[in-house]
């Protein structure tokens, strides 16, 4: 709700027609600052900095945005970088992950020897290199780091019956994580 500038005039003043005019014109004038007062608070904190608090946060950390990320997903690599800490057990690491893509079917992790093995799934893999940065800090020096991007293949997508599938392109068939369908034809 916005303050009006006439409440502050006792009633006796707010009658009167001159000073209807002046807090009229002092209000439109304050309105900016009001606004613009309450984006700067906002871009102080990550959780809902715009577009001007994200590019500074990101100035500050020197992390440089894919320019297809969204809002959202350059606001998720900034609160994985303010967070991050080099992770002592494996249950640190897929809490990480799992902060960072909000999503436990988002990826698949796994470590064999000395080799940890990132697969991000299709809606994260535009990020595959803010991601990768993330993962590279905070994995030890002599651990090897593969960041693998999934693509549904054909063989995931047979248990569909053609009709189902004939809606989509093949774009959409690859790529995308909800499909129009819910669950696949068991009868073929």
């Known amino acids: 709700m916005e303050r ?8 006796v003043l707010q009658e009167v027609r001159d000073f209807e005019c002046l807090m009229t014109a002092y209000q439109e004038a304050l309105s900016g600052l009001w606004r613009a007062r309450d984006e700067t608070e906002d871009n102080f904190y990550l959780c809902t900095a715009g577009e001007r608090g994200l590019r500074h946060w990101e100035n500050i950390l020197g992390i440089t945005p894919h320019p297809d990320s969204t ?3 350059r606001r998720q690599i900034l609160l994985a970088r303010m967070r991050q800490s080099t992770p002592y057990c494996w249950n640190t690491l897929l809490a990480f992950l799992y902060a960072l893509t909000g ?17 991000l799934f299709p809606r994260w893999r535009e990020l595959n290199d ?21 693509f549904r293949t054909h063989r995931a997508l047979r248990a569909w019956a ?11 068939l690859r790529n995308e994580v909800d499909l129009a369908w819910t669950k696949p034809n068991t009868t073929a």
């Open 103 to 119: 999503d436990k079917q988002a990826f698949s992790a796994q470590l064999d020897e000395l080799t940890l093995t990132v697969r």
């Open 71 to 73: 809002i959202d997903a």
């Open 4 to 11: 009006k500038m006439m409440d502050y005039l006792p009633r």
């Open 130 to 150: 803010a991601v990768y940065e993330l993962l590279r800090q905070m994995v030890p020096a002599n651990i090897a780091l593969h960041l693998i991007p999934v």
């Open 162 to 172: 053609h009709g189902a599938l004939r809606a989509s392109v093949h774009h959409q």
